[in-house]
């Protein structure tokens, strides 16, 4: 190895010298090549911007007597240095010959190299040795030697499941998880593991299909604390935050006393208070926005923009009966200029406080 890495620096400072000596030998620039070269580019882009549109004949024109100005007043190239190719293409050779001569030394095929399955083979036997000396990534690939032997044994998927979560390989561990869970239903714990790698192939989202298996491992087994914790974060992400407690306090009653996940259940049960204060106070404020907006409408409807406000806020504040009612004073009020409630409506569909609720 440390002769190889020898090969590779030699091999890497030779390119490095040819290409400075290139840079140093290249010939100079023609006078003013790279002046007209920018002149055409500009030219061209002109003539393209005339072509759609975007410019009319005497800006076009403008911009031709601006270029071909600028053109002019352009300097000769400063002269470069002599032309010697022949030096260049000198090194370049010997960097070629040179490489194929280190080649033959060290890198052709039939030097003895340690392919993939030779160290399958080594990774086989420590794990019959010793399986803690080898890292996660290996023992998953010595497992999935066994997929057809043990294709029909659930057992062996979810252990594999284990070892490629543990591995990194999150969507490859959904899938045993899968496969342990159609071999064998019934087990509560099939169904959760399934739910979390679903959950971690999703960036920590408790995505539908998450969700819908670790309520399924409930339904087997009410003190599943896996399931329990996951629902939790859905919970407490979509406001539920009764709900999040509830399944917090469950995953912490039907853990044991030493469990090391207890301080992950126990940190996200204590930061529910806060965040449901906060959500709170926010929705306090809100609600006296709408109301106030709600009021100056009554007082003087006609306010398109306020009228998409507080369609929109009652959307965010997910108030079905109050948007409705909201959404009838408007039409009501604008019966006979229907294109503009059907703006009104479509605006409603932009984030809360994009509109000038001030305008008329």
Aim: charged share 20%.
């Amino acid at each position: 190895m440390p002769l190889l890495l020898f090969v590779c620096v030699l091999i890497a400072a030779l390119l490095a010298a040819l290409a400075i000596l290139w840079r140093r030998m290249a010939p100079a620039p023609a006078p003013l090549a790279q002046e007209k070269a920018l002149y055409a580019g500009f030219l061209a882009d002109v003539e393209r911007r005339l072509a759609a549109g975007d410019l009319d004949a005497q800006a076009a024109d403008e911009e031709r007597t601006a270029a071909a100005r600028a053109l002019l007043k352009a300097g000769e190239a400063a002269p470069g240095a002599q032309v010697r190719p022949g030096y260049g293409y000198a090194a370049l050779a010997l960097t070629g010959v040179l490489s194929l001569v280190l080649y033959g030394l060290f890198g052709h095929p039939g030097l003895k190299d340690q392919p993939f399955r030779a160290r399958l083979t080594e990774w086989t036997h420590k794990a019959r040795t010793d399986p803690d000396a080898l890292s996660p990534q290996a023992l998953a690939l010595v497992l999935r030697q066994g997929r057809a032997e043990h294709a029909q044994d659930p057992a062996y998927w979810a252990f594999l499941g284990r070892i490629d979560m543990l591995a990194g390989n999150n969507y490859q561990g959904a899938q045993d998880y899968e496969k342990a869970r159609a071999l064998d239903p019934a087990r509560f714990d099939h169904w959760s593991e399934l739910g979390e790698a679903l959950t971690f192939v999703a960036g920590g989202n408790v995505g539908p299909d998450a969700q819908a298996a670790f309520e399924t491992a409930l339904a087997r087994d009410p003190k599943d604390a896996r399931a329990h914790f996951y629902l939790g974060q859905a919970a407490a992400a979509a406001g539920k935050y009764d709900a999040a407690r509830g399944h917090y306090e469950a995953a912490l009653a039907a853990m044991d006393a030493h469990d090391v996940s207890r301080p992950m259940v126990r940190q996200a049960l204590d930061a529910l208070a806060p965040a449901q204060k906060a959500a709170d106070a926010m929705k306090a404020r809100v609600e006296g926005m709408v109301a106030s907006l709600s009021a100056q409408l009554q007082a003087d409807p006609d306010n398109p923009d306020g009228w998409a406000r507080l369609i929109r806020s009652y959307d965010v504040l997910g108030d079905a009966q109050a948007r409705a009612k909201a959404v009838a004073g408007m039409q009501a009020h604008y019966r006979d200029r229907p294109a503009v409630a059907a703006d009104i409506l479509t605006k409603a569909q932009a984030a809360v406080g994009a509109e000038d609720t001030g305008g008329r």
